[in-house]
């Protein structure tokens, strides 16, 4: 993913990312507009990284016996998180703004104005109080003012060519430094660095087909990610089985707001587990990957409160939401647990033929409470 990434910043650089899983197809035709009018909302639109649509199978059977339609998760507790900061990243149907991958912090928003005065909002018009504060006259006399205003202006004719000296070279310094700190960042490859610095898309106009298209078989060679924060801070993140939940929580410490858009057609839809065995495989490696992220430096518990790493705009809400993924990986030792008790025993016990159905139907209402 993040190789294409780099490849279509450099070849197209659109603003907006459509991720969806390989068996997954599109439903409804105007899910994509639908997420554009969050993405392009004139008051929060800036600050959405990702707008997420809820996952729907086709092939289930009308009683659901393998809980594939998960509506605990998608219609109940995904809405939940929508109110919060949004929902996490569930690895399909999601529509990404390009610019929240390259770990960038979300734009800060501008705070209300403030009260002129410190009275009460009720007693606020009939006050005598005014919002500019009255200069203080001086009885000094004009000749000393024309004095200091001769002494403090004199030497800045003077020292004017010093100063635009010291200011190129200090612009100068900057500009190297910022090249590398991205260069770092990013890889080395000047083209996409630059597109990186485009926020709302585009490509660079001196570049010929040719120059971008050999830059961008530079961008997707093996060692292009080598001692640059790809999959660290940048693009989808590794280490770990669900790298989807990783990446979107990354994203929401950076101050970043997640939408989670439910069309009444479904905007995707995918092929689903059509066994027991699919199911569990299914499961187990959700459950292992939300115990490997709980376990891990990223454990919201002190990742995403700010221990060691600056939490751009961690406000109540956003303590609640990183307070939401520690539920939903401590939940995940309880799901593995489950797994790894079935698989054993039904594959590694002696009485595996009168033991199955028992199994089977216990495992089948543990699926049926926490999944339906």
């Not at 109110?83 to 912090?105: E, K, S």
């Not at 990742?303 to 993924?325: M, P």
């Amino acid at each position: 993913m993040n190789a294409l990434v780099r490849v279509s910043a450099v070849l197209s650089n659109a603003p907006y990312l459509l991720n969806l899983d390989c068996d997954h197809y599109i439903n409804n035709s105007k899910a994509i507009r639908e997420s554009m009018c969050f993405m392009m909302d004139p008051l929060l639109g800036k600050r959405v990284c990702y707008v997420q649509f809820p996952q729907r199978f086709d092939g289930i059977d009308r009683n659901d016996r393998y809980a594939n339609r998960n509506t605990v998760f998608f219609d109940i507790n995904m809405k939940g998180l929508d109110g919060i900061q949004g929902p996490i990243y569930v690895g399909t149907g999601c529509v990404f703004r390009r610019h929240a991958l390259y770990g960038y912090d979300a734009p800060k928003t501008k705070k209300a104005p403030t009260r002129t005065c410190n009275c009460l909002p009720k007693l606020c018009c009939g006050c005598l109080c005014s919002g500019r504060k009255k200069k203080k006259k001086t009885n000094k006399p004009r000749s000393e003012l024309k004095k200091r205003n001769s002494r403090t202006f004199a030497p800045v004719g003077a020292l004017e060519g010093i100063e635009e000296g010291v200011e190129g070279i200090e612009t100068e310094n900057v500009a190297v430094t910022s090249e590398k700190k991205l260069e770092n960042k990013f890889g080395q490859s000047s083209v996409f660095v630059a597109s990186t610095l485009l926020e709302d898309g585009g490509t660079l106009k001196s570049a010929s087909p040719a120059s971008l298209l050999k830059e961008a078989i530079h961008v997707i060679s093996c060692g292009y990610e080598d001692k640059t924060e790809w999959g660290k801070e940048v693009g989808w993140i590794y280490g770990s089985v669900t790298e989807d939940i990783l990446t979107g929580f990354k994203m929401h410490c950076h101050g970043w707001r997640s939408i989670y858009c439910i069309p009444a057609r479904p905007a995707f839809k995918g092929s689903a587990p059509i066994n027991l065995s699919d199911r569990l495989h299914q499961v187990l490696r959700w459950a292992l990957g939300s115990v490997e992220i709980f376990l891990s430096r990223h454990c919201p518990l002190w990742y995403g409160y700010g221990g060691g790493v600056e939490v751009v705009g961690a406000s109540v809400l956003h303590k609640r939401h990183c307070l939401s993924f520690d539920v939903y990986s401590s939940t995940g030792i309880l799901y593995s647990s489950c797994s790894v008790l079935a698989y054993w025993e039904i594959y590694h016990s002696r009485a595996q033929q009168c033991r199955q159905p028992v199994v089977f139907v216990s495992f089948h209402l543990y699926f049926r409470n926490w999944y339906s």
